[in-house]
């Protein structure tokens, strides 16, 4: 009968640890951007280069509360869209962070040409809870 008894609250112990756990997860304050151009856009591109996959990078801006250097996704610069793609999107190059209480972050993204020039450079302030769309123009 002991040995039931500890077994019981072992599992008792165990299943408080997981809520416990689940208590302390993010508090789903997700801020998001899609990048994206429209075909004017990406005919303008390929006037002035050939077909190539660009390299879409995020940095965290100034006075930012988090550190960020990551790239976010590779793409032919043939891809363009008629009309902003959602945040998410499969085919859509979406950076995505989780801001825990903070509302509004500065960033600063890179997009690059194979040879490591920049194609696309600028800042945008990322906000918890929503879609930033950013769209890209050229020249």
Request: glycine share 8%; proline share 6%; charged share 10%.
């Amino acid at each position: 009968m002991a040995k039931k008894w500890i077994h019981i609250a072992l599992f008792s112990a165990c299943i408080s640890i997981i809520a416990l756990q689940g208590c302390t997860k993010s508090s789903g304050n997700i801020g998001q951007a899609v990048f994206w151009y429209n075909l004017a856009t990406c005919d303008s591109v390929l006037a002035y280069f050939p077909q190539e996959t660009l390299t879409y990078r995020i940095k965290n801006g100034p006075n930012s509360h988090f550190f960020v250097d990551t790239v976010i996704g590779t793409q032919s610069n043939i891809t363009y869209w008629p009309q902003p793609p959602t945040c998410g999107h499969p085919a859509a190059i979406t950076f995505t962070l989780n801001m825990g209480a903070e509302n509004n972050e500065p960033m600063l993204y890179f997009i690059t040409r194979p040879n490591g020039n920049n194609m696309w450079s600028g800042s945008f302030n990322l906000n918890g809870g929503s879609c930033t769309s950013i769209q890209l123009t050229y020249p």
